[in-house]
């Protein structure tokens, strides 16, 4: 039987993670799936420790470093399965994650992206989840609006996701011009073309290993800009997208400012309509270099102590 679902799993010096994750496909209730992992050039044990995991379910393919979107599209461009699920090395799903997201996908079989929630823990212990704009806490079904419902956490997160491979191949996958932001780039192309099936029952796990994955703080200094700048005619005729879009302008500003590249702040800065954001986001906004610096260590001492406060709630 040919697989229902194929799993890519670009893998990239994540040594330490990757024999985890690879156990919680193998432990999924689903089992007609196959497994394509790609290693990214990794210069510590990981391919070894993913070749003893090796069957009939799982292949591995070596590449020079190229990136994690040419790792995923790669990854892809092997698959059997008509339809693409996404799982980072180091993130893990629960056991009824594969036979969730093949539910959503069989419900609602014309839907361009099927989403499962998702728990957010933090250096292994601090559990904090999600909250989505407007979606109840037993919502199974189609998003009315994707972006509306993006403005806290987002619907779409990638080890948590599925894709039919016809619409990957179509909107041409991951910009592998982006070496951050991928991800949010190819939601927000899915979302503008298609309808987004979500179940709010949470499958997976996201594991945040230190801050600076999380907060952006590695990103490249033109991806943000790059990013929101794409749709920047297309947002003029769709609020929504609109807000979406200043929210990441905001994180991405907040970003380059603690980064000392003041150009790249006050260009994203300058296309954020103020009313698009809080009180608290326009107090950050405003805040010094130095300042947001404490503030961020601030956040990481309280994540420890399990309290997360976010500008976006």
Not at 177 to 183: P, R, V
Request: glycine fraction near 4%; charged fraction near 20%; hydrophobic fraction near 40%.
């Amino acid at each position: 039987m040919s697989a229902y679902i194929s799993v890519i799993i670009p893998l990239y010096n994540k040594a330490e993670f990757i024999a985890g994750t690879i156990e919680s496909v193998i432990n999924q209730s689903f089992k007609n799936y196959e497994v394509i992992i790609i290693n990214d050039g990794s210069t510590d044990n990981s391919l070894e420790i993913a070749k003893a995991y090796s069957s009939d379910k799982i292949s591995i393919y070596s590449t020079e470093n190229k990136g994690v979107s040419h790792a995923r599209n790669y990854g892809v461009s092997k698959a059997k399965a008509d339809l693409i699920a996404f799982l980072d090395a180091d993130d893990l799903w629960l056991t009824n994650h594969l036979e969730d997201l093949y539910k959503l996908y069989k419900s609602y079989p014309d839907c361009g992206l099927y989403a499962n929630n998702y728990d957010k823990v933090f250096f292994n212990s601090a559990v904090v989840k999600t909250v989505f704009n407007g979606i109840p806490n037993n919502f199974h079904g189609i998003i009315d609006d994707y972006f509306k419902a993006s403005t806290i956490d987002c619907i779409a997160w990638t080890s948590a996701v599925a894709i039919p491979k016809s619409v990957f191949k179509n909107l041409k996958g991951f910009n592998t011009t982006l070496n951050s932001a991928e991800d949010t780039d190819l939601w927000i192309r899915i979302a503008l073309k298609y309808n987004v099936a979500f179940s709010s029952k949470v499958t997976a796990i996201k594991n945040i290993h230190n801050l600076n994955n999380h907060l952006s703080l590695n990103m490249k200094a033109t991806d943000g800009l790059t990013l929101v700048n794409q749709f920047t005619s297309i947002e003029k005729e769709n609020a929504s997208l609109k807000k979406y879009l200043d929210l990441n302008r905001f994180s991405f500003a907040i970003e380059r400012k603690m980064g000392n590249d003041m150009n790249s702040f006050k260009n994203l800065k300058s296309n954020i309509d103020t009313k698009n954001l809080n009180y608290k986001q326009l107090i950050i906004l405003r805040l010094p270099r130095l300042v947001l610096k404490q503030l961020m260590r601030l956040k990481y001492i309280l994540i420890k102590k399990r309290l997360y406060i976010s500008p976006f709630k």
